[in-house]
T-cell receptor, first 119, second 108 residues
Framework: GAVVSQHPSRVICKSGTSVKIECRSL??????MFWYRQFPKQSLMLMAT?????????EQGVEKDKFLINHASLTLSTLTVTSAHPEDSSFYIC???????????????FGSGTRLTVV | GIQVEQSPPDLILQEGANSTLRCNFS?????LQWFHQNPWGQLINLFY???GTKQNGRLSATTVATERYSLLYISSSQTTDSGVYFC??????????FGAGTTVTVRA
């Protein structure tokens, strides 16, 4: 079935540095990628949506200059947290919709998440 | 966006017990989905269920779209069923609106 590989699974970085999170779709083409953040004991909050080859659209309140999203190919999307601060510490999850054998009809395939800690 | 409410917020079960989780949504939807997030954070699709009833092993789901609710049934629960269950739906833009989730803990 469809798989989205998300890396890294955990990252600790110093305040002020940037962190890049990658999501790769395996065995299918991710035409749309969604990026979420999830705080402990809370639901998923959509940050942005990206379509391959297009600029990402960000949800209200999400700083596009802070959370840079690139979806340059049908199998790779990246989220870069720039100038990270402790309040950016969270669990970041990508989710892909796409085409190809093994994709779930009407389905979303999620990455395994990245736990970011900014110290 | 679509407002999604889930109940109960927490559920503790003894292994082997049955349970029902509920999802109410604010507007008519035709693409209600259920997801499970395991304790390590991985989400998987359980059901795409805009209406009617579906079953997959010990899990089944029913959506009554006219009354704007969906139910997820867990039968003969196992410890591996622990995690958070989310229902979600979207409009035409495929952006999922998630409920707050039901945290299920199954004790051996």
């Amino acid at each position: 079935g469809a798989v989205v590989s998300q890396h890294p699974s955990r990252v600790i970085c110093k305040s002020g540095t940037s962190v890049k999170i990658e999501c790769r779709s395996l065995d299918f083409q991710a035409t749309t990628m969604f990026w979420y953040r999830q705080f402990p004991k809370q639901s998923l909050m959509l940050m942005a949506t990206s379509n391959e080859g297009s600029k990402a659209t960000y949800e209200q309140g999400v700083e596009k200059d802070k959370f840079l999203i690139n979806h340059a190919s049908l199998t790779l999307s990246t989220l870069t947290v720039t100038s990270a601060h402790p309040e950016d510490s969270s669990f970041y999850i990508c989710s892909a919709r796409g085409v190809g054998e093994g994709t779930v009809p009407y389905g979303y395939t999620f990455g395994s998440g990245t736990r970011l800690t900014v110290v | 966006g679509i407002q999604v409410e889930q109940s109960p917020p927490d559920l503790i079960l003894q292994e082997g017990a049955n349970s029902t989780l509920r999802c109410n949504f604010s507007d008519s939807v035709n693409n209600l989905q259920w997801f499970h997030q395991n304790p390590w954070g991985q989400l998987i699709n359980l059901f795409y269920i805009p209406s009617g009833t579906k079953q997959n092993g010990r899990l089944s789901a029913t959506t009554v779209a006219t009354e704007r609710y969906s139910l997820l049934y867990i039968s003969s629960s196992q410890t591996t069923d622990s995690g958070v269950y989310f229902c979600a739906s979207y409009r035409n833009d495929y952006k999922l609106s998630f409920g707050a989730g039901t945290t299920v803990t199954v004790r051996a």
